[in-house]
């Protein structure tokens, strides 16, 4: 830890005390508690708060927690001066401790505060934001401490892809004897905050749905997260070249009820997108990559700058949205598959869907695009143009989108059709790369 001196503020009623401390990594908890009832003496504090970067409060009341909060603070501390300022003092909120029965004793964090980009058009129930706290402690210490699958069990073996801040590997599990598909992300911050994001990621090991990639677990290494899911052996649609319509409205089936389930446990996407949807040699479709945990997006986001061309309107241009965003991505992304290309001609996505959001102003400015007169069927037409209108209210809602013509005309439960079209890509991909 950085033993450069610091400035902490503590916040009182009466206003702020700053005190300097030159020596932050010998400073422990209790040093800093009669520190605060020195300028406090009239409360009874047993605990302290400061607030991480989105604003929320993050209590202190140990040394273990106090050395989290030093090296959050030591992370913003080299941001500030990285972008040329002059580094806040840490600035802390004393408060009167709980009784320790109603301590969360393993420091997890859960955001229940209302977040509009939560807005799945209702609110989410306090039922599911609670969901972690109700969790037992068994189960909470199972994730904490790596969840079924441990770094040492893993046998890397080919780099799948790499996308805005990860690498995907293939991978063998060794005790489990399973294929999977393990995503790298290296992500630069504190204890306090990996241990959210684990907390966050806790709603994945409920998803259950065919049509939803299957999460094992994920763990910290250092600096790195590692995310492990099932392996798809036909890998993302992102690579294939056009997609038949009889393929793909059993795709759009599959996406359609995939989305639907997770919309039903108030989950958005957020990031549909041809790479975010995998097919296998059975001929299944599943969703992956859908943003659970908000902490693990932002702290991607902070490394990967760059706005997502899959992004509804009202997404670029910054405002609130809900489940019709997710709609308009379905949108655009079948669209793209049907065409074989990007179906804004202007827009080039040479190196992945970040763009910078200049290029991606025509989306919020122009009409939506319009397929070539007379290639496709008028149902696929009218379902893409449905889900592509620049009024989110305007697009289908999820029981329209489930209940429109070209999704019931393919929904007939044929996995055959995308498996023998996938098995035939596959082997065209390894003829031309003779293998
Ligand atoms: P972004 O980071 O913006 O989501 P991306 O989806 O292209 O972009 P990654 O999510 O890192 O990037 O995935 C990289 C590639 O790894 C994907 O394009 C896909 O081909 C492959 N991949 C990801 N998950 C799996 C999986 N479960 N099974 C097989 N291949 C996978
Ligand atoms: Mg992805």
């Known amino acids: 830890m950085d033993t450069e001196g610091i400035v902490i503020r503590i916040k009182t009623p009466a206003g702020d005390m700053d005190s300097a401390v030159d020596c932050p990594s010998l400073l422990n908890f209790n040093d800093l508690l009669v520190a605060i009832r020195d300028v406090m003496p009239e409360a009874t504090v047993t605990a302290f708060e400061y607030e991480d970067e989105v604003g929320d409060r993050i209590t202190v009341r140990s040394d273990e927690e106090l050395k989290a909060m030093l090296s959050y603070y030591y992370n913003t501390m080299n941001e500030q001066r990285m972008n040329g300022l002059l580094p806040d003092p840490l600035q802390i909120f004393p408060r009167a401790g709980k009784t320790p029965g109603n301590r969360n004793i393993h420091g997890l964090k859960v955001n229940t505060r209302p977040n509009p980009a939560n807005d799945c058009t209702q609110a989410v ?30 046998n890397y073996q080919e780099q799948l892809g790499h996308g805005n801040g990860g690498t995907v590997y293939k991978a063998y599990h060794v005790l489990g004897n399973r294929v999977l598909a393990v995503k790298v992300i290296p ?16 709603i994945l090991y409920k998803c259950d749905s065919p049509y939803i990639i299957t999460f094992f677990s994920a763990f910290f290494v250092e600096n790195r997260i590692s995310i492990c899911t099932e392996f798809m052996d036909g890998g993302s649609l992102d690579v294939y070249k056009r997609i038949p319509e009889h393929v793909l409205g059993r795709i759009a089936v599959a996406v359609v009820k995939g989305l639907t389930y997770l919309w039903s446990l108030k989950i958005l996407h957020r990031d549909v997108k041809p790479s975010n949807m995998l097919v296998n040699t059975r001929g299944q479709v599943k969703l992956c990559d859908f943003g659970v945990s908000t902490q693990l997006v932002n702290s991607i986001a902070k490394t990967y700058v760059g706005t997502n061309a899959y992004m509804a309107p009202e997404r670029i241009s910054g405002e609130q949205y809900g489940i019709h965003a997710d709609v308009w991505s379905v949108g655009i992304s079948f669209m793209e598959l049907a065409l074989g290309m990007f179906p804004y001609p202007q827009i080039q996505k040479n190196q992945g869907s970040l763009m910078p959001l200049q290029l991606l102003q025509c989306i919020v400015d122009e009409d939506p695009p ?30 329209d989108l489930m209940e429109h013509s070209f999704i019931t005309q393919f929904n007939d439960g044929n996995a055959e059709v995308v498996s023998m079209w996938v098995c035939r890509c596959l082997e065209e991909r390894r003829a031309q790369q003779g293998l």
């Open 125 to 154: 129930p306090d039922s599911m934001a609670n969901n972690s706290l109700k969790k037992s402690s068994a189960e909470l210490k199972r994730i904490l401490t790596n969840g079924q699958i441990s770094a040492q069990d893993i």
């Open 187 to 202: 992500l630069d911050i504190t204890v306090e905050l990996q241990k959210q994001i684990m907390s966050e990621l806790e």
């Open 370 to 399: 319009v397929f070539p007169v007379g290639q496709f069927s008028e149902k696929f037409v009218h379902f893409i143009t449905q889900c592509m209108r620049r009024q989110p209210k305007e697009r289908p809602a999820p029981n």
